[in-house]
């Protein structure tokens, strides 16, 4: 109408656009780097000053994450039913801190299906250039990440609040003895390159997209989807050199090691003095725990390892080692079974040190903080298609116990009231923090004081829920799997397309998932 104006008053809905980390323009890549080096470099108290009540350090960060993954009696957020809530809502804390200092940032995700399908050798991701995330596995000796943005990146002794912590006063976790202060990586578990492991790639997701049930999609997203990343990244050595073994089932030594931590076979000092040698400061298995064992192999089974670790220690596989002690494919060199039950037990009680990722102070390496997005796109994708009766999800809170891996031991230790070398009580037991009704320690995502339980934060990830603070640009878009032609979200496409590449699901063989962040 001429000269008439008229109005319609409608709401908008305005949301956080997370994209994969090659989507984003160099300005907007640069902000997200920038804001978390100030995350990085500013302590909590400074950083609720300048910047608010949402703000967090890292030292915060990772002291909540060794809280929860660190605890003696059991891990909190791994290995069971709370493992996405837990991840997705500690990556919203963060995205809220880094918004704190620049509110034009989101957390990218890394979508590494593409580089398992681009790339021969994963360390040459354009992810680990300088001014990214830096060198996936330095040359340094002591595998410092030493050059680029992130270089001599400090693990610190900061963080006022109450958080376990390594013999020299270390945020990591307590049988990680290192004495480096900087965030460190190393492609080789022990003797072992990769662990075994490649990147998760297309046909890993296909196979997992076939699960109809929440409790699948968790053991997957929990292991062999996400796990492997990692294990990769952060690696494992002894600090006696020593000590090897060229064959470590996706990792299981170190994740075993924990196992017999929690126990209160495996011991580590309380505190090292800043001048003790690292080879000094080691983890053990004293002679007071282990004396009522008639043998290794007699410790190794009592304490659940030779079960737990899917036949990694079976006579099977002994008679294997045997045969090849003199190649590659050998685990051990050793020249009789009971010399490698020695050698093993003798491994784990050593327990030796491991890269930042491939521990429960994961989130000091900068990488920890891309990788979750992956899974909660892959789920929230999934949640979308149920819901258009595209696929079959059934959303009933629970898991899954794989059962064949040592870090998934579904049991609970108590350690209440134990002194000296005395042993805590373990049973089979839901470890808190996976139960539905359990409240997550992060909570104000709205500005309105509000907490979450598991099930209330899964119901605020319905990528339809109009509170959830963001979204992703895209939900089908694989470019990896359309180059293979493995469109496994698509009407009609099945499992029988796929051609094996080695890496199988919880129920099947192969590699085995694994947790992470001991």
Sequence with gaps: MDGQVETFPFEVMVKYVRREIRNTTDAQRGAFFDAMAVVYATPQADGENAYGRKFRSIERLVAEHLRGAAAKECDHWHDDAGIMTHHVAFTLEMEQSLQSVNPSTTIPYWDYTIDEYELAEWVDSPIFADDWFGEASPSDQNHIVTKGRWGYTSVTTGALETSPRNPYGLLRAPWNTNPVPYVLRHRYVLGEKDGGWKFPGCSAFAMAWNATGLSSYLVNLNGFLHGPVHVMIGGQWFADPDYNVTWTQGGNYLLASKWLWRQGYVRCPEVCS?????????????????????????????????????????????????????????????????????????????????????????????TFWPIHGLADRYLAFKRMKARDNETTLEQTWAYQHVGSVPSDTGRVCDWDGVEGMALPSCERATCPGHHEDDLLPMSNFLGLNETYTNMEFYDLMDPNSDDLPYTYETFDVYPACTAQNVSFWEDGWGISELEDDGIAVAQGGGHHPVAIDP
């Excluded at 080691?282 to 004396?291: F, G, L, N, Q, R």
């Excluded at 064992?293 to 990694?312: E, H, P, Q, R």
């Excluded at 294997?320 to 009680?349: I, P, R, V």
Aim: with cysteine; aromatic share 10%.
């Design 274 to 366: 800043s001048d003790t040698p690292s080879s000094a400061c080691v983890c053990s298995c004293p002679d007071e725990v282990t004396a009522g064992f008639a043998s290794a192999y007699d410790f190794l089974d009592k304490t659940g390892i030779v079960n737990m670790t899917n036949g990694m220690l079976d006579k099977h596989n002994w008679r294997n080692y045997l045969q090849f002690t003199n190649s590659s494919a050998s685990g051990f060199s050793c020249e009789s079974m009971d010399e490698c039950y020695e050698h093993a037990k003798d491994l784990l009680c050593h327990v030796g040190h491991a890269g930042e990722m491939f521990t429960s102070a994961a989130p000091w390496d900068p």
